[in-house]
């Protein structure tokens, strides 16, 4: 990150700086929270302020320079080879803007890849690919190819993958922005649920603020690599940090997210508990 030298290129919003005499764009330069067990999490923010360079430091992708990043008990940066790669298996799933899905393998077996490194025989990965399946309410389609399905069918097939790997961390890299408005709602209302009888943990980014309140159970707003607010929905709509989250705001249906009640009073920020910490000095 190269943080201490970093100035602001005021034309590009790109951060620079020194590090070891090396020229460094920093893409995330200050986030430090605490995702709690069996939030939602999101990261909101422009294009190019970091979210997606912040979702791969946190999937153990992308070594941060300074800072660091536990999951659970484990230093991410403390883990190299196979106990990084276990770790991952074990703890983490992603979900994908554009599905990644294998085009010329059915929807099943879309959703058993990946399984064959846990050890699992062909008819457990099969059990488990179809309960997965069921649970996006795909069942009956097993066996059609990914172009045979619309672009919301094949992200429940991207959603159904990361379930069937059994991981009780998802992150979702703006996993509903290619969709129709009414699929991408369908989407999030199915997440909703989902989260609600599984339990995942989820760090959700986008781009977009509606969303954002929908889903969120805390919104993280981001702004040139720093985080720059945290809170609730509620929080960010009845006390923006600065002036550019009060501009972010502005649009919003406020309808949707307050109540009278919370404007007498306002919900309380959740305690943080111990879950993934991402830090940056
Ligand atoms: P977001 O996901 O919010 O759109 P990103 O994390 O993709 O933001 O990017 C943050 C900043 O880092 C942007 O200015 C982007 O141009 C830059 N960036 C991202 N990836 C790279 C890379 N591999 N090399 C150089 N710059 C990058």
């Given at each position: 990150?190269?943080?201490k030298?970093a100035?602001?290129?005021?034309?590009?919003g790109?951060h620079?700086?020194?590090?070891?005499n090396?020229?460094?764009t920093a893409?995330?330069?200050?986030?430090?929270?605490?995702?709690e067990?069996?939030?939602?999490?999101?990261?909101?923010?422009?294009?190019g302020?970091?979210?997606?360079?912040?979702l791969?430091?946190?999937n153990?992708?992308?070594?941060?320079?300074?800072?660091?990043i536990?999951i659970?008990d484990?230093?991410l940066?403390?883990l190299?080879?196979?106990?990084?790669?276990e770790l991952?298996?074990?703890?983490l799933?992603?979900?994908?803007q554009?599905?990644?899905?294998?085009?010329?393998?059915?929807?099943?077996?879309?959703?058993?890849?990946g399984?064959?490194?846990?050890?699992?025989?062909?008819?457990e990965?099969r059990?488990?690919?179809?309960?997965a399946?069921?649970?996006?309410?795909?069942?009956?389609?097993?066996d059609?190819?990914?172009?045979?399905?619309s672009?919301?069918?094949?992200q429940?097939?991207?959603?159904?993958?990361?379930?069937a790997?059994?991981?009780?961390?998802?992150?979702?890299?703006?996993a509903?922005?290619?969709l129709?408005?009414?699929?991408r709602q369908?989407?999030?209302?199915?997440l909703?649920?989902?989260q609600?009888?599984?339990?995942k943990?989820?760090v959700?980014i986008?781009?977009?603020?509606?969303?954002?309140m929908k889903?969120?159970?805390?919104?993280?707003i981001?702004r040139?690599?720093?985080?720059i607010?945290?809170?609730t929905a509620?929080?960010?709509?009845?006390?923006?940090?600065d002036?550019?989250?009060?501009?972010?705001?502005?649009d919003?249906?406020?309808?949707?997210?307050?109540?009278a009640?919370s404007?007498?009073?306002p919900?309380k920020?959740a305690?943080?508990?111990e879950?993934a910490t991402v830090?940056a000095?």
């Amino acid at each position: 990150k190269g943080a201490k030298n970093a100035v602001k290129d005021l034309s590009t919003g790109i951060h620079r700086g020194e590090l070891q005499n090396k020229k460094v764009t920093a893409a995330v330069i200050d986030a430090t929270f605490t995702v709690e067990d069996a939030e939602i999490f999101v990261v909101m923010g422009l294009s190019g302020s970091g979210k997606s360079t912040l979702l791969r430091m946190l999937n153990g992708l992308l070594p941060p320079t300074d800072g660091s990043i536990r999951i659970g008990d484990a230093e991410l940066g403390d883990l190299k080879g196979k106990a990084l790669r276990e770790l991952r298996q074990q703890r983490l799933s992603m979900v994908f803007q554009h599905f990644a899905l294998l085009p010329h393998r059915s929807v099943l077996d879309n959703v058993a890849f990946g399984l064959e490194i846990r050890g699992l025989t062909k008819e457990e990965r099969r059990e488990k690919a179809r309960e997965a399946v069921e649970m996006v309410g795909l069942s009956g389609w097993e066996d059609k190819l990914p172009a045979q399905l619309s672009g919301g069918m094949q992200q429940r097939v991207g959603l159904a993958r990361a379930l069937a790997a059994d991981t009780d961390i998802l992150l979702m890299d703006e996993a509903f922005s290619a969709l129709d408005p009414l699929i991408r709602q369908e989407m999030q209302d199915q997440l909703l649920e989902l989260q609600k009888s599984l339990g995942k943990t989820i760090v959700f980014i986008t781009h977009d603020l509606n969303e954002a309140m929908k889903i969120g159970d805390r919104i993280a707003i981001m702004r040139d690599g720093r985080v720059i607010q945290i809170g609730t929905a509620e929080d960010i709509l009845l006390r923006p940090a600065d002036e550019y989250v009060s501009e972010f705001i502005a649009d919003v249906d406020r309808s949707r997210v307050l109540t009278a009640e919370s404007i007498m009073e306002p919900a309380k920020l959740a305690d943080t508990g111990e879950f993934a910490t991402v830090g940056a000095d």
